[in-house]
């Protein structure tokens, strides 16, 4: 095995993805939905697959990498809020009788932006990409599936905490706020449950398709960097059998 620097075939792909479900989450947080009597907030069904992409994502390509998809999602999702915000307030003829319904949609953009998102999902995040990237050194690469869980166990009861309190205060009654909680959690760990066996075929795919996986052995899991520094690669031969 040799440490290089080369070009991915699926990064860019995998990021695109993980802007995808951003933006989907960003739409869908406050539609209300109900499962029996439980109140359940729309974006529930998205947010199990933040944690697939990102567990896949530090896993392959490891946590600098990984840090660049989320501050670069981030911008999009505040790019996206700005330019709707803007068109949504633009002027309407007399025959346009819908407008109220985007400003119901839209008009909570820029708190879920900035509360949910620089918050809450920056805690979850980067809580899960570090304990991956530091479970997988301890573990030598193996028993992703088994890391992805408790990594994503840990980031998601972080992001549901503070998402459920910054994002639903003020819109839905405080003790149904603290009754989504647990749910919401449940949902998360249950689908992520169902989900972990696909991850852990399409990582070991990603691996052998790329030829390399990332270690993060001297990485600098500050939050606030963008760039990459001492970025460890490991390639392996076309007969290499893969962790």
Known sequence: MTKTKFSYKYFAPLAMLYMVVALCDVLSIYRITNIGSVTIAGGIYVLP????????????????????????MLFGCFLFAVIMTIIVHLPSPKFWHHQGAYDYVFSHLFRITFGGGCIAILSGAFVNSFVVSKWKILTRGKYFWLRSLGSSAIGQAIQNVIGCLILYTGVLPFEKVLGMILPLYSIQLGVE????????????????????????????????????????????????TLP
């Open 193 to 240: 449950i169902l989900i972990i066996l696909p991850g852990a075929i399409l990582v070991k795919f990603l691996k052998k398709a790329e030829g390399c996986e990332a270690y993060d052995y001297h990485t600098n899991f500050n939050p606030f960097k963008y760039n990459l520094e001492n970025e460890e690669i490991v390639q392996y031969a076309s007969d290499t």
């Open 49 to 72: 697959f933040y944690y697939f992409l990102e567990d896949v994502i530090t896993e392959v390509y490891g946590y600098q990498r990984f840090r660049q998809v989320v501050w670069t």
